[in-house]
């Protein structure tokens, strides 16, 4: 592979995307399948359907390399993206561009990045601690393999599906 080529935002964006959903079915062995939206302009960038019980969840994802000499990554998120759109979620990311693996995530309920973030003019910054013990407020929400993503998201599947008068 060639180190003079960088990858564009938007490529690093569809790479972490693709490993993401990818890291859903598999976590989840085939009960998760995640459909991409034709257009990016809402703030979701997956919707993940639970194959056993029809359960739709969408979820924003963001994505950052993380950069050695520091224990933190922040995390943006636009304003008009966290309005009270119900049971979404983000999805940060950390991407190992050498293994083409993701090192860590954080799935965070939009309903709680304004307790756990910074608020600037426009945006929204998270910056979660990367160590693995970090006793930080997004440890929490961290999960650290596919199939403690996929456990989670079943689990906010699981708490946002409303029962059926049938049940």
């Known amino acids: 592979m060639t180190n003079n080529l960088d990858l564009s935002t938007v490529q690093k964006g569809k790479v972490t995307e693709a490993l993401v959903a990818s890291m859903l079915v598999l976590g989840s062995i ?5 459909f991409v939206p034709i257009s990016d302009d809402c703030g979701i960038d997956l919707i993940v359907l639970d194959k056993q019980t029809q359960g739709k ?20 998120i636009r304003k008009a993206s ?29 309903s709680r990045i304004r307790d756990l973030s910074q608020e600037k ?24 393999t596919a199939v403690d993503l996929a456990n989670a998201v079943l689990h906010a599947l699981a708490e946002n599906t409303p029962r059926s008068q049938f049940d």
Do not use: H
């Open 57 to 76: 969840l969408p979820i924003q994802i963001k994505s950052r390399i993380a950069n050695p000499a520091r224990n933190t990554v922040q995390f943006n």
């Open 30 to 34: 085939g009960r998760l399948s995640p």
């Open 82 to 110: 966290v309005g009270e759109l119900g049971n979404r979620l983000l999805l940060c990311v950390l991407f190992d561009p050498e293994t083409i693996a993701l090192t860590a995530s954080w799935l965070i309920p939009m």
């Open 121 to 144: 003019r426009d945006k929204y910054t998270l910056s979660p601690n990367i160590l693995v013990g970090s006793r930080d407020r997004y440890q929490s929400f961290r999960v650290n």
